[in-house]
């Protein structure tokens, strides 16, 4: 139970009262007869009533002008509710309706680099002029366009002329390497692509335009490139693939058409809007697709009146587009705000890199990941003296569990005054399941509450409800944003298996997660095997692929573990061939096979070398029995006997747990 002298920063009247949620409180009050004293009652009711509180966001935020719709809810059962039906809502629609002149629509950032602004009017000519190439190219609703994109203008013009044209969008970010990128892509089977000549990171120019001629020959579907000049734009004059039946466009020659008028698809409210890409722990990535509808209104709840997101704000995320978090800030277009672009290393040219571009953009709502805070806090950083963050009103925080010590240090060295908000969800719904509000107050080591709308509730094995002790983080009743289904999953069995084989009918996110009375949640890491670094995710399975096929590597395993210090352990066990020796040339060899083929995130912190690996009976590995070791649990408690092949082998990793 948190208690009052952990508090670490508490809403002032102005803040409360100027308060997005304060004003939906008013109106609910004017409007509907209903008074809430404060947060808990409020979320008790949007979790209870989900027909009237989801109702009452529609009505808020104007969507009753744009369309009707028959009922809220249809069958509430999960998988497969069914949200306003008869409705209809265009994605890209909504975000140019909060256009305006009076600010702009984009700032885009690179490393080192001055800042570029977009206006409201710019970004609807060039995503008219896309939505039209798109269109010549034969694109339909209901197609795939896929991007190989860093984090620039150049994405948000792709997704938003992607959804005005009722297409399905998805994206990978180009520090993934060629079969990662293709074990998405492949699924989605895109006839577009949109790929950059490279990125920049950590003071380097990473030129991908080979990468891309990989893609292109692994992408049967394929029909059109088109090549994005970031690094430099005469790069795309010559042609990046080889294949006959591809024809290669250059991104400022589609855009020059000064006539295009933007026009939305009228799509239904469950109409595929975009495949975000998660990762079980084997096989291949899950294409997790959301509609337009369900999008708006959550990311219209969640931002506006969870996180406080308003049309005068300036919104940075660092994130690369490959993280949910990506698709989060875009949407801040729904409210009318600015959003803030940057392509480049959180930590150039030195740990506050992120501060300096929010200095530089004036951003006034700022977030990261938890592994940039408590890496600045291990430097030594002291933002608040090294940088003008004057602009800055709110912080969010997501990827994995803030340490207590990190907290105190975003209190007294980052922005001081200014709201941390540590807010959990995931690229499964795309939105927060627990989060902030600007009526409660900050307390270290936990989050504020759950969002308004979601039945958050923490259980244990036999599907009780736990209050102030550990079980599995669940959700009770539907969300708007939960996917419609699973790319190449028909039958819906990929899906029911990822979220409701444990509780049925009940959602299970795969974190462990503690709920106390006052409504504070601390999220405890992930209860599953998926790797998590800085919120992107990766199964194991994929690190298997590289590794294993390596003559020197007989076996493997790899966990990714949140320590109770606030780090994140991701260390790789290899079990060697015969005559192999796990010297630093191999350790070299597997961090290089990794970096290339995956992405950076993923090289492990420690390679070390096992006798074996231990598995189940039936031949699976003992991946999360091996990460609650490394958290602490004892090994009676994770295995029963008699049950494991090498049971040994955890005592073995009991002992290297004590070194971490």
Sequence with gaps: MSTA?????????????????????????????LSFPGYPELWEWSTTDLPGFWSA??????????????????????????????ARLNFAERCFAQATDARPALISVSEGGTSAETSWEQLRHETAALAAALKDMGVRPGDRVAGYLPNTSHAVVALLATAAIGAVWTVCSPDFGTPSVLARLRQARPTVLLAADGYHH????????????????????LRHLVAVGHLHPSSAAAPWSQRPEVTQHVWPELLARPGAQLD???????????ILWSSGTTGVPKGIVQGHGGIVVELLKALGLGSDLRADDRYFFHTSTSWMVWNLMVAGLLHGSTIVLYDGSPGYPDINGVWRVAEQTGATMVGVGAAYLAAAEAAGAHPAAETDLSAVR??????????????????????????????????????????GSPLLPVRAGRIQCPALGVALASWDPAGQPLVGEQGELVVTAPLPSMPLHFVDDPGGERYRASYFDVYPGVWRHGDWAI???????????????????????????????VVEPLPQIADSLVVGAELSD?????????VLADGARLDDALRKEITTAIRSRLSPRHVPDRIEQVAAVPRTLTGKKLEVPVKRILQGARVCDVSAEGAVAHPEMLEWFAEFAAQL
Aim: aromatic residues 12%.
């Design 394 to 435: 709110s912080v969010l925080q997501t990827g994995s569990a803030l340490p207590v010590s990190t907290w105190h240090w975003a209190a007294e060295r980052l922005v001081p005054g200014a709201w941390v908000q540590s807010i959990c969800g995931g690229t499964d719904i795309c939105s927060v399941l627990a989060g």
């Design 264 to 274: 939305f698809a009228d799509v239904p409210f469950d109409h595929p809007l975009w």
């Design 5 to 33: 002298t952990d508090v670490l920063w508490s809403p002032g009247p102005s803040q409360t009262e100027g308060s997005n949620v304060a004003a939906f409180l008013r109106w609910l009050d004017r409007t509907r007869g």
């Design 566 to 574: 606030g780090r994140y352990s991701m260390p790789l066990f290899v």
């Design 57 to 86: 966001v529609w009505e808020f935020y104007g969507l009753d002008a744009v369309t009707g719709y028959d009922e809220v809810l249809g069958d509430p059962s999960m998988p497969g509710a069914t949200w306003f039906r008869g």
């Design 515 to 545: 709920l106390d009375s006052d409504l504070t949640v601390v999220v405890a890491g992930r209860s599953d095997s998926t790797l998590n670094r800085m919120g992107v995710r990766m199964g194991s399975g994929d690190i298997y692929e």
């Design 202 to 221: 950590g003071g380097k120019e990473f030129d991908r335009r080979a990468a891309v001629s990989e893609i292109v020959d692994g992408l049967p579907t």
